[in-house]
């Protein structure tokens, strides 16, 4: 293990450590949006014996795919990891963070590069809905086409992460709704996560998502304060 992988799993073992007070993640009298982003926090402690029904997963899905996305491209791919066997090798990979054993999925959310192949699809059942003339989606279908076509690798992976990071907190905000809990993850080894679980070239990972039942709450929320974080109209 290098230095850096040393230190990075050492900082994450810590935060796992801190001492936080052992009480169960607050149960939602409202599903309320304002409601339900207030009390969201990030968990790291699940009920391993928790099994997540199907349907609610497709449903957290399905309201998360709802986020907007350049061009409307819908970059977002997820692979979902239940089996414990397969969570057992993504703990090492993911520096051994309990939540990746303990929790009932980990969603790893990627970013398809060559997202913009489907613009013919999208803006032909649009089409079809009649709620676009097929002359201008087809101009728009090319437009697209000549335009995330000739970009380069790296914007196009930042225009994939942007949607990524959207379509993720769409997704932790329906888990909470739902009466779950979730924790986004960015500490794990990007290459060795691809080479082990055979993400194609054109998927980005963005990032992983540890999604259960909580059994211990997460840190109380504590942020900057509001007006140093706002500029009027240009620096």
Request: charge should be negative; glycine fraction near 6%; charged fraction near 25%.
């Amino acid at each position: 293990m290098s230095t850096k992988q040393s230190t990075s799993e050492e900082y994450l073992n810590k935060v796992n450590e801190m001492d936080i007070p052992n009480i169960q993640p607050k149960e939602l009298d409202s599903t309320d949006f304002f409601t339900v982003a207030r009390e969201r926090r990030s968990v790291r402690y699940y009920d391993p014996s928790y099994k997540l029904d199907d349907s609610v997963l497709r449903e957290i899905l399905e309201t998360a795919v709802l986020a907007p996305s350049s061009s409307n491209l819908q970059p977002w791919r997820f692979l979902v990891i239940r089996e414990q066997e397969k969570k057992e090798i993504l703990l090492p990979i993911a520096k051994n963070q309990k939540q990746v054993s303990d929790a009932s999925a980990i969603i790893a959310v990627l970013g398809d590069i060559d997202a913009y192949k489907n613009a013919g699809r999208i803006y032909g059942e649009v089409v079809e809905q009649g709620r676009m003339e097929k002359e201008f989606a087809d101009f728009y279908v090319n437009t697209i086409n000549e335009h995330y076509g000739s970009l380069s690798e790296e914007h196009a992976t930042n225009v994939a992460l942007i949607d990524g990071g959207l379509v993720s907190m769409q997704l932790m905000l329906a888990a909470k709704a739902k009466g779950l809990d979730t924790v986004p993850m960015g500490g794990y080894d990007q290459k060795q996560f691809i080479e082990t679980f055979n993400v194609p070239a054109n998927l980005k990972p963005v990032m992983l998502i540890a999604l259960g039942k909580g059994v211990k709450a997460g840190f109380e929320k504590n942020r900057l304060p509001l007006d140093e974080l706002i500029t009027e109209e240009s620096f």
